[in-house]
């Protein structure tokens, strides 16, 4: 064993050794006896955007929580009265928390707050659209956020006829109406395309920069919490058991600890191995067996209302192809085609192909266990070889014996997944999976993936909005460009170079690399190096 690692490791095979210092002192909050414990809690700042970044179950909800004035911390006193607010501000006096917690007291903060699951909204509201936004319309800037985040078509539709893209910028816009001081945002990007992603951080920059107001934002699409965060905290420990919130970080030098695995401050490993990144272009491998060979094809919906064309072009054996393009695009019309769930207008698809399908938004609600319903799919589940290569690195075990209907996004995006995977199939078709993953389950899935079709002569499709996971991801691109609900286009799959560099001038977006690490990061539109990349038409490798 490393001995270093204090989360549960990554690979299952160390038990936790190394236990941060803070676990000697009281919690802020504990759940009950032998429950979850939360050490530390994050200091938002007035006109700033501060970032949270860590695992999921780590605590991160709970110190919103407590932020938010929606429960008060018991600093872990789990049994008789729970302590009286002046040993909660005791505990506080002299940190940057204290001013915040004293005007919490006074009821002198207001609050507003985006949900996590925006699928859940239209259980929870009945009406349209403009009925549910208008409630929030509290700075007199409802009209304008609708315009910008582009969800003016569906302003006069049933909330539940909205696709999880249009709800998740509806409930952005829910949140940012109100007149608040403190906004809290939990996950702002799944369901959103790579635009999306960058309006929803420039209005909550806008709101920090020009409103003062206080924005504390969860996030793990590390590009865009990278491109929106001032100082970020970064929370660690040990899923379900307990969380420590560290003090705030640089945002580059936090996320470049995170992605190493070592938070200097702290001097504590939370990862045995650290995440990288290709700086430069792979180089284009052997070509494979071909797999699929489509030829050209269209389709269009109603009068022509949306209409796509698609170049003709082959899928490789073993390899994993990443799709990319803006939300409206036609990329699950292409994915249903090559499924033979769709019949294209013109071309046909060779029918003889077994396709498995993790659609974006996953409905799997039936009254059923995980263990059951994952065996109903595969005669191999609960064998060593599936135990290996998909119930471990999609961290199934903890959640085997729960209800379908009681998994959070993160844990059934896992069992669609592992679902997806288990069947017989020549080409596994992902429909954003990131969507709820934490980095490190991104991580973990993107590898599941990328081994499984390698070991099965199998190939993988997958749609994805989160650059980071289709770097980590991608043997090769389908790059899909056009105007969102009107036309769309795919070229057919090229190299990563290629593919990156057609996307991203799409988007007119160029990453640099971070001196460091070589991560990517998002240019500054119109800098120097921003304005160098696009005239030599290198958008994201340095190469
Ligand atoms: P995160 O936001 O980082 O995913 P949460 O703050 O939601 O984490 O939860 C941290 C841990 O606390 C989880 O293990 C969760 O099951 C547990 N937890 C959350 N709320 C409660 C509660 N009301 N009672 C008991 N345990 C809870
Ligand atoms: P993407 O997967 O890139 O988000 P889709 O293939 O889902 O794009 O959709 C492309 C366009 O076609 C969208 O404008 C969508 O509203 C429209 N569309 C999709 N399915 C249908 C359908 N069954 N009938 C009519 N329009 C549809």
């Known amino acids: 064993s490393c001995g270093i690692c204090v989360n549960k490791c990554p690979f299952d095979a160390i038990e936790i050794i190394n236990l941060p210092q803070e676990l000697d002192d009281e919690p802020v909050h504990r759940y009950g006896e032998n429950a979850f414990a939360l050490y530390g809690l994050p200091a938002p700042q007035e006109g700033q955007v501060t970032g949270i970044l860590g695992p999921n179950g780590i605590g991160k909800t709970t110190a919103v929580r407590i932020l938010a004035d929606e429960m008060a911390p018991n600093l872990g006193q789990v049994s008789g009265d729970p302590p009286a607010w002046e040993s909660i501000m005791d505990e506080y006096r002299g940190t ?4 915040y917690l004293e005007e919490l007291r006074q009821g002198d903060v207001t609050v507003a707050r985006k949900p996590q699951y925006v699928d859940q909204i239209p259980d929870q509201f009945d009406g349209t659209t403009r009925e549910l936004l208008e409630r929030t319309d509290e700075r007199g800037a409802l009209d304008e956020l609708i315009d910008r985040v582009g969800i003016r078509p569906v302003v006069d539709q049933d909330i539940d006829t909205l696709s999880g893209g249009e709800l998740q910028r509806v409930a952005l816009v829910a949140c940012l109406a109100r007149d608040a001081d403190f906004y809290f945002l939990d996950e702002l990007t799944p369901y959103l395309d790579i635009g999306q992603r960058m309006t929803a951080a420039r209005l909550v920059r806008e709101l920090a ?9 969860v ?3 590390l590009a865009i919490l990278d491109l929106l965060a001032d ?18 970080k640089s945002t580059k030098n936090g996320i470049n600890e995170y992605l190493g695995g070592y938070l200097e401050n702290e001097n504590m490993r939370v990862r045995q191995e650290s995440i990288q990144f290709e700086e430069h272009a792979p180089r284009t491998t052997a070509e494979g067996e071909v797999v699929v060979e489509y030829p050209d094809l269209t389709k269009s919906y109603g009068d022509g209302e949306f209409s796509l064309e698609v170049e003709g072009g082959e899928i490789q054996e073993n ?13 699950s019309t292409f994915a249903q085609m090559l499924a033979g769930r769709l019949e294209p207008d013109e071309g046909e698809v060779d029918a003889q192909l077994d396709i498995a399908y993790k659609p974006q938004y996953v409905e799997i609600d039936q009254p059923m ?3 059951a319903f994952l065996s109903s799919i595969t005669d191999d589940f609960g064998t060593s070889y599936w135990n290996t290569e998909i119930a471990d690195p999609l961290q199934l075990d903890r959640i085997m014996e729960q209800d379908l209907t009681d998994l959070s996004g993160g844990e059934r995006q896992r069992v669609a997944i592992a679902a997806c995977l288990s069947e017989d199939a020549d080409l596994y078709l992902l429909d954003e999976p990131s969507a709820h993953l934490d980095v490190e389950q991104r991580v973990r899935a993107t590898s599941a993936i990328r081994r499984y079709a390698e070991n099965h002569d199998a190939t993988a499709l997958v749609i994805d909005h989160d650059i980071y996971m289709i770097d980590l991801l991608a043997d090769r691109l389908l790059v899909f460009d056009g105007e969102p609900a009107a036309h769309g286009y795919a070229s057919p799959p090229v190299g990563m170079r290629d593919g990156m560099n057609e996307f991203l001038a799409n988007l007119d977006i160029t990453f640099r690399r971070d001196e460091r690490t070589g991560r ?10 921003d304005r160098e990349q696009k005239s030599a038409g290198e958008y994201y490798y340095s190469d």
């Open 96 to 99: 940057e928390l204290q001013t």
């Open 520 to 529: 990517p990061r998002i240019n500054k539109p119109g800098s120097q190096l």
């Open 219 to 221: 996030e793990h699409d």
């Open 209 to 217: 920069d020009e409103g003062g107001r206080s924005m504390l934002v």
């Open 319 to 331: 390899e994993v192809l990443g799709v990319v393009g803006p939300n409206g695009i036609g990329k």
């Open 369 to 371: 266990r995980v263990d």
């Open 231 to 248: 100082t970020i905290h970064v929370a660690y420990g040990s899923s379900g058991a307990f969380g420590v919130i560290t003090s705030p």
